[in-house]
């Protein structure tokens, strides 16, 4: 008999009692079923009656009793300490499951049973009974693309960006990523394209800085840009990458002002500025496409960065971009320290 599970089916269970009431033998019954003598035996024994009947149903309900029973445990058990800390920082603080399960392994690398992979917290939210908590924790995941790889077009031409700032001249310590203080910028723009707010991003770190816009054009990425990098240690703010966008027209002032190189990719090549297309990616998590962000205050975009610097990032080897930058400045610190003692 070619049987398609090892369990026993209610079918079979109704042929057991039949012949048990007949009077077959437990090896005749699985003869009959394609199943081991010993297979009836259990189930036989799991049907016990005190008059020596056999009952499928009862048998059924000791199998599923010692089913559930021999089953793992679930680490994520609502109510409990990991769950809390995975529900807390999914929902609250827009960490996505990796990264979450990645920062249990480095809090507690000796305790196995604290820690969860990602997909146990996928699982754990997709097994959530309808209601409102699965409501909130599966809107807390990170949608995808609706479409990727379209090429990005600016409305600047290529004169506002001299030859001697073309990313072809950019030094090669600052592709290589060795050491910080070297940004890429962009905006992400609001409904309409009437509003946006322009972002910063660190290279080597992946630190975020978030700047206020009041309006779209050169002077106000001047004006923003400005003033949120000027709160920045002059030691990290040595160049910035951008794009042909027009709002770049101002870009000899902001050289002027912060005293820092500034390179422009080529057309159509958003791959060149890596780091702040994926952030912005991100960022659209918190405003989200069509959102006005003509109202959006300093302090609302400051709290973002502050959300996004405390995730855990797999480029950082599961640090925190605000981890990687204090121990960019603490190596720095030291270096100043040694030099001047020398």
Same mark, same amino acid.
Not at 92 to 100: A, N, T
Not at 182 to 205: Q, Y
């Given at each position: ?6 369990? *026993? =089916? ?20 699985? +003869? ?20 020596? =009947? ?35 920082? *999914? ?9 979450? $399960? ?14 969860? =992979? ?19 924790? !599966? ?61 910063? @991003?660190?290279?080597?770190? +992946? ?11 050169? /002077? ?39 005293? !820092?190189? !500034? ?9 060149? +500025?890596?780091?702040? /297309? ?27 960065? $502050? ?18 930058? $204090? ?8 270096? @100043?320290?040694?030099?001047?003692? !020398?």
């Amino acid at each position: 008999m070619d049987r398609r599970s090892k369990h *026993l =089916s209610s079918e079979e269970r109704g042929v057991i009692l039949a012949e048990h009431n007949r009077g077959s033998s437990q090896q005749a019954i699985g +003869r009959l079923l394609g199943r081991a003598a010993s297979t009836i035996g259990r189930e036989l024994a799991r049907g016990w009656q005190a008059d020596g =009947s056999y009952c499928p149903m009862a048998a059924r309900r000791v199998y599923d009793g010692r089913r559930a029973r021999c089953r793992r445990r679930s680490k994520l058990v609502e109510g409990g300490a990991t769950y809390r800390f995975v529900h807390d920082h *999914l929902v609250h603080r827009g960490w996505s499951p990796e990264q979450i $399960a990645q920062r249990l392994r480095r809090m507690k690398p000796d305790e196995p049973s604290t820690r969860v =992979s990602h997909e146990t917290i996928y699982a754990a939210i997709y097994a959530q009974p309808r209601g409102g908590l699965r409501a909130a924790m !599966i809107d807390a995941l990170r949608q995808a693309k609706p479409a990727r790889g379209r090429r990005r077009t600016t409305l600047a031409g290529t004169s506002m960006a001299p030859d001697s700032l073309r990313i072809m001249n950019r030094p090669e310590e600052i592709e290589a990523g060795l050491v910080p203080g070297h940004w890429e910028g962009d905006l992400i723009k609001g409904a309409f394209n009437r509003s946006s707010v322009g972002t910063l @991003v660190e290279r080597r770190t +992946r630190f975020v800085v978030l700047c206020r816009m009041r309006g779209n054009g050169a /002077e106000a990425v001047l004006d923003s840009f400005t003033r949120q990098m000027k709160r920045l240690p002059a030691a990290l703010r040595k160049s910035m990458t951008y794009d042909r966008g027009s709002e770049m027209a101002c870009h000899p002032e902001l050289l002027r002002r912060l005293k !820092i190189d !500034i390179w422009f990719c080529d057309p159509h090549a958003p791959w060149q +500025r890596g780091s702040s /297309e994926n952030t912005n990616g991100l960022l659209r998590q918190f405003m989200p496409k069509g959102t006005d962000l003509g109202d959006a205050s300093q302090t609302w975009l400051n709290d973002i960065a $502050a959300l996004m610097n405390n995730r855990p990032r797999k480029t950082l080897g599961w640090r925190t971009p605000t981890e990687a930058m $204090a121990d960019e400045i603490a190596a720095f610190t030291a270096t @100043v320290a040694l030099e001047a003692r !020398i």
